[in-house]
C-alpha cells in the first residue's frame, strides 16, 4: 500500500476541532491512520465532515471553481477585480492534444513568455501552497519550470510578475478572522557559516517549532534565485546579511509571517469580504499583493489579488504566538457553529 503523505494542516485542524467542539456540545472522530479526515457529531445528532483542511461549509461549485486559478480569475476578472495581469493558460502537450488545443502547448507558451517580456511567473493551475511557482528570465529557466509543473498538473499559468507586499486575508462570512504578510524564505548571515548550514540550520528551528515546511536544499528555484544574485549554496553571507531563497511567500515553503490582523485598514476588509460573497464562498483566504501598505488606504492600480483559497490553511500562521492560536480556535469554532446550523 502506497503511504499517504501527511501535513501538519491536516493535524492542526483535526486537533483544534477535538479542542473546542465540546465548546457547544460536539464531538470529533478521525480516523486513526492519518488523522486527515473526521467527522463532526453535533449535540442534535447531525453529522458533519472535514478532510484535510476541507469543510462542509462552502458549496461545492464555489470551492471547485477557487481550486482553479484560471477560471477564478476569470469570474474575479468579469466582476471588475484587480488580478494580475497578462495571466493565460497553457497545456502540457498530452494534453493539449487530447482536448484539441494545439497552439496551447509548451513552445506557445514559451512564444507567450517572450511576447509579455520577461521576466514572468509560471504557475500550476491548480496547486497550492507554492508548489512549482517560478520566477523565470529566460528560454531555459522557463522550459525548466514549465517540465517541472507538467509532472503533476496538466495546466499552468503565465503571468507578468507584481512587486510589493504579499498579504493573506482569512475570511469567514462577513469578518474578517485574520489578516498576514507572507515573508519569501531566506536566511541571515553570520559571517561563517555557508547558505547550506544556514539553511539546515532554519530546517531545525522548524523542527523544534513542531512546523510542518521541509526546506527543499536542493530545489532548483532556490539555485537559480541564488544565481541571480551571484551566490550559490556554498556562499557565505556577510554576518547580517540577509539572503531571500524564493520568490513565492508561502508559509509552507519556508516564509515567515507577519500579524496584521489589527491593522488591516478598512478598503482591504472590505474588498477581502466583499470578493469572499462574490466567489460564493463563506470561508475563504484572499491572497494580495501591495505596492504599498496593507494598513493604508487602498489606491487602485497599487494592488493584485493573487489567488483565493476555498480551504485556507492555517497551520502556519497558528504557531505564531498564543494570540494566533487563540484567533484560529475562535475561527474554527464559528466555523463549528455555522456547521451546525446548516444540518
Known amino acids: ?50 478532510r484535510y483542511n476541507t469543510l462542509d461549509l462552502n458549496p461545492v461549485g464555489a470551492s471547485d471553481i477557487a481550486k482553479d486559478k484560471d477560471y477564478a480569475n476569470f469570474f474575479m476578472e468579469k466582476m471588475g477585480y484587480p488580478i494580475v495581469p497578462k495571466s493565460k493558460t ?17 513552445d506557445f507558451a514559451y512564444a507567450y513568455a ?24 529566460n528560454k531555459k529557466e522557463f522550459y525548466t519550470a514549465l517540465k517541472d509543473i507538467f509532472r503533476t498538473d496538466r495546466i499552468a499559468l503565465i503571468q507578468k510578475p507584481v512587486q510589493g507586499h504579499d498579504y493573506r486575508i482569512v475570511v469567514l462570512g462577513n469578518k474578517v478572522i485574520s489578516a498576514y504578510e507572507r515573508i519569501p524564505l531566506s536566511i541571515t548571515g553570520d559571517g561563517h557559516r555557508t547558505i547550506t548550514q544556514l539553511l539546515t540550520n532554519k530546517q ?25 544574485q551571484k551566490l550559490s549554496l556554498t556562499s557565505i553571507p556577510q554576518k547580517g546579511e540577509h539572503v531571500f531563497l524564493l520568490d513565492n511567500a508561502n508559509l509552507s515553503t519556508g516564509g515567515d509571517s507577519l500579524d496584521v490582523t489589527k491593522s488591516i485598514h478598512a478598503d482591504f476588509k472590505k474588498l477581502a469580504i466583499q470578493l469572499t460573497r462574490d466567489m460564493g ?37 497558528v504557531r505564531g504566538g498564543k494570540e494566533q492560536e487563540k484567533i484560529v480556535e475562535d475561527l474554527y469554532l464559528e466555523v463549528l457553529k455555522r456547521l451546525e446550523k446548516k444540518k
Open 1 to 50: 500500500m502506497r503511504k499517504i503523505k501527511t501535513s501538519k494542516e491536516s493535524l492542526v485542524l483535526a486537533s483544534t476541532l477535538k479542542k473546542i467542539a465540546p465548546r457547544i456540545g460536539a464531538s470529533v472522530i478521525t480516523e486513526p491512520g492519518w488523522h486527515i479526515a473526521g467527522q463532526i457529531t453535533f449535540k442534535n445528532g447531525t453529522k458533519s465532515y472535514f
Open 281 to 317: 464562498l463563506t470561508l475563504c483566504g484572499v491572497d494580495l499583493m501591495i505596492d504599498g501598505d496593507i494598513t493604508k488606504k487602498a489606491i487602485s492600480g497599487t494592488y493584485y489579488i493573487l489567488e483565493i483559497n476555498a480551504a485556507p490553511g492555517l497551520d502556519h500562521y
Open 204 to 228: 531545525r528551528e522548524f523542527v523544534k517549532e513542531k512546523r510542518d515546511t521541509r526546506i527543499k536544499i536542493n530545489d532548483p528555484r532556490i539555485a537559480l534565485k541564488l544565481k541571480k
Open 114 to 137: 517572450e511576447k509579455i517580456g520577461f521576466p514572468v511567473v509560471v504557475k500550476p493551475n491548480s496547486g497550492s501552497q507554492g508548489a512549482g511557482v517560478a520566477f523565470v528570465s
Open 90 to 106: 497553457f497545456f502540457s502537450d498530452s494534453w493539449a492534444e487530447a482536448i484539441g488545443a494545439k497552439k496551447r502547448t509548451i
